[in-house]
């Protein structure tokens, strides 16, 4: 039986190298601690890829105080203002400058917060570095950008790699908590939620409840079924829709916009076609962050069903 612990925080990496990165940056990385030098960063990227993981790990190898803020949380200027004026104004115990983290800081506001963050990069340059990690650096004002060294989350070339690295991650992790497991069905996860890391070791450890993950979840990674949501939305059944969406969202809604776009052709007349790819940008992209994944989808083939045709 699994242990209570929540594993993406107990077992997340304290060190660069112990990092599921790509080559080149984990060699950036590395280069910052065996310098022993901190610039101020902007770490952006998709969801549970490291970015956080990264800058605590460098952090903690440099040995700097620093302290974590989140962005969705406190966006509030006049919190941070007073939280971190507190925090940078004082002289670190351990020597070296303190570091502030402020995680999803695409979540402050661009027109207030954002600017004022400006303002104490330079007021406390010799005392204090910044660490910005954000899903969509877009939403990061110009002015931050300079003042920092931008590192994108980017894998374009070696996944196959990293994939393997993050099963034999998983499996030290299933063989300490003592669950039995099937590496195939491991690694069908994890191809489904790959690269968010942390997706991974949630579903894991939410399967694992009963001690065992066997071949009996894969009905739970299995596709959509678009032939029946297509059916539903062919006759505007929209007590049948949001069932489905109720009954499909432990998919990835990234993947289920992607699936229903590859169908498009299959089950739209051409000419509604453009109409529907708008619609499914605009809520993917709104799926990053909004505050419910089911109303947000919902929302999504709502519209589809009313505006496009299907043949």
Same mark, same amino acid.
């Given at each position: /039986?699994?242990?209570? $612990? #929540?594993?993406?925080?107990?077992?997340?990496?304290?060190?660069?190298s112990?990092?599921? #990165? !790509?080559?080149a +940056?984990?060699?950036?990385?590395?280069?910052?601690?065996?310098?022993?030098?901190? !610039?101020?960063?902007?770490?952006?990227?998709?969801?549970?890829?490291?970015?956080t993981?990264?800058?605590r790990?460098?952090?903690?190898?440099? %040995?700097?105080?620093? /302290?974590i803020?989140?962005?969705?949380?406190?966006?509030?200027?006049?919190? #941070?203002?007073?939280?971190?004026?507190?925090?940078?104004?004082?002289?670190?115990?351990?020597?070296?400058?303190?570091?502030v983290? @402020?995680?999803?800081?695409?979540y402050?506001?661009?027109?207030?917060?954002? !600017?004022?963050l400006?303002? =104490?990069?330079?007021?406390? %340059?010799?005392?204090?570095? =910044?660490?910005?990690t954000?899903? =969509?650096?877009?939403?990061? $004002?110009?002015?931050l %950008?300079?003042?920092?060294?931008?590192?994108?989350?980017?894998?374009?070339?070696?996944?196959?790699? +990293?994939?393997?690295?993050?099963?034999?991650?998983?499996?030290?992790?299933?063989?300490?908590?003592?669950?039995?497991?099937?590496?195939?069905?491991?690694?069908? &996860?994890?191809?489904?939620? =790959?690269?968010?890391?942390?997706?991974v070791?949630?579903?894991?450890?939410?399967?694992?409840?009963?001690?065992q993950?066997?071949?009996?979840? &894969?009905?739970?990674?299995?596709?959509?079924?678009?032939?029946?949501?297509? @059916?539903h939305?062919?006759?505007?059944?929209?007590?049948?829709?949001?069932?489905?969406?109720?009954?499909?969202?432990?998919?990835?809604?990234?993947?289920?916009?992607?699936?229903i776009?590859?169908? +498009?052709?299959n089950?739209?007349?051409?000419?509604? $076609?453009?109409?529907?790819?708008? +619609?499914?940008?605009?809520?993917?992209?709104?799926?990053a962050?909004?505050?419910d994944?089911?109303?947000?989808?919902?929302?999504?083939?709502?519209? $589809? /069903?009313?505006?496009c045709?299907?043949?």
């Amino acid at each position: /039986m699994t242990s209570q $612990i #929540l594993w993406v925080e107990h077992y997340r990496p304290r060190k660069i190298s112990e990092c599921i #990165l !790509p080559q080149a +940056l984990k060699k950036t990385f590395l280069e910052f601690v065996k310098k022993n030098e901190l !610039p101020n960063l902007l770490l952006s990227g998709g969801s549970g890829v490291g970015k956080t993981t990264v800058a605590r790990a460098l952090c903690e190898e440099l %040995h700097r105080d620093y /302290m974590i803020i989140n962005g969705s949380e406190e966006s509030g200027i006049d919190v #941070l203002r007073t939280k971190i004026k507190n925090f940078a104004s004082t002289v670190s115990l351990q020597g070296g400058q303190k570091v502030v983290i @402020l995680d999803e800081a695409d979540y402050l506001n661009p027109q207030s917060t954002q !600017p004022a963050l400006r303002g =104490f990069i330079e007021e406390f %340059h010799n005392n204090c570095r =910044f660490i910005f990690t954000c899903n =969509f650096k877009n939403r990061i $004002i110009e002015p931050l %950008h300079s003042r920092c060294s931008v590192i994108e989350f980017k894998i374009n070339g070696g996944r196959q790699k +990293l994939a393997a690295q993050l099963l034999d991650r998983c499996a030290v992790i299933l063989n300490e908590q003592k669950v039995e497991y099937d590496g195939k069905v491991v690694a069908e &996860l994890i191809m489904k939620h =790959f690269p968010d890391n942390r997706r991974v070791l949630n579903e894991l450890q939410r399967y694992s409840v009963s001690g065992q993950i066997d071949s009996g979840i &894969l009905v739970n990674l299995s596709e959509v079924s678009m032939k029946e949501l297509t @059916l539903h939305l062919k006759e505007k059944e929209f007590t049948q829709v949001r069932k489905w969406v109720v009954d499909n969202l432990d998919n990835d809604p990234i993947k289920i916009f992607r699936k229903i776009y590859d169908n +498009l052709y299959n089950y739209l007349t051409p000419s509604t $076609i453009p109409a529907a790819v708008i +619609l499914l940008g605009e809520y993917q992209y709104k799926s990053a962050f909004v505050a419910d994944q089911e109303i947000n989808l919902l929302a999504c083939l709502t519209e $589809i /069903m009313s505006q496009c045709q299907f043949k």
